[in-house]
């Protein structure tokens, strides 16, 4: 059974840091590309960051580029999000995704198939 | 940045009834948008990739359309189960965008 499992949320003072992982199983790690998902309390789907394979492609929202890093570790089957200078708007449900590569004239397009369940960050004073 | 716009906001439908939610791309996505089902207090599902093609294991009652900057979801027999918010996404270029969704309920 394919499984994302979240962990490493938790309340924050703004300006803190925080790590999420992600364990993944049930699937050829690094035979997809991963992504991080968020969703503010009430609000909708916000795409956060995402990377290749190796890890050798990162990508981020402008919302939160210069102070988050995407990461994996395909020996451990793991995916991270380092968090730094965290700010109140970054509070949310984070989202580990799986994303499926598809190549199209010599181009990589990512589709999110499967979900994990979610951790909560919520940064306050 | 690539702007994903659905409507409606909000639908209201009888059960069996035909439901369709239009998402709009700001500009040309080819046909890499994709389709999810958020049912509420769980996590996201996939139901559509590629803008028409069916995720494995979703009824066939859900389909998609579209291509370049106009797409929707259509939902043939709108069921209870289907209760939940729809969100389309975008992932022709980064930064990977979703629409603000789509909340379908009951009458």
């Known amino acids: 059974e394919v499984q994302l499992v979240e962990s490493g949320g938790g309340a924050v003072r703004p300006g803190g840091s925080l790590r999420l992982s992600c364990a993944a199983s049930?699937?050829?790690?690094?035979?997809?590309?991963m992504s991080w998902v968020r969703q503010a309390p009430g609000k909708g789907l916000e795409w956060v960051s995402g990377?290749?394979?190796?890890?050798?492609?990162?990508n981020y929202a402008d919302s939160v580029k210069g102070r988050f890093t995407i990461s994996r570790d395909n020996a451990k089957n793991s995916l991270y999000l380092q968090m730094n200078s965290l700010r109140a708007e970054d509070t949310a449900l984070y989202y580990c995704?799986?994303?499926?590569?598809?190549?199209?004239?010599?181009?990589?397009?990512?589709?999110?198939?499967?979900w994990g369940k979610g951790t909560t960050v919520t940064v306050s004073s | 940045d690539i702007q994903m716009t659905q409507s409606p906001s909000t639908l209201s439908a009888s059960v069996r009834d035909r439901v369709t939610i239009t998402c709009r791309a700001s500009?040309?996505?080819?046909?890499?948008l994709a389709w999810h089902q958020q049912k509420p207090g769980k996590a996201p599902k996939l139901l559509i990739y590629?803008?028409?093609s069916l995720e494995s294991g979703v009824p066939s009652r859900f389909s998609g359309s579209g291509s370049g900057t106009e797409f929707t979801l259509t939902i043939s027999g709108l069921q209870p189960d289907d209760v939940a918010t729809y969100y389309c996404?975008?992932?022709?270029?980064?930064?990977?965008?979703f629409g603000q969704g789509t909340k379908v309920e009951i009458k």
């Open positions: 990377i290749n394979w190796n890890g050798g492609t990162t």
């Open positions: 996404q975008q992932y022709n270029s980064y930064p990977y965008t």
């Open positions: 995704a799986r994303d499926t590569i598809s190549l199209w004239f010599a181009t990589y397009y990512y589709c999110t198939d499967v």
């Open positions: 049930g699937f050829t790690f690094d035979d997809y590309g």
């Open positions: 500009q040309s996505i080819s046909n890499w």
């Open positions: 590629k803008a028409s």
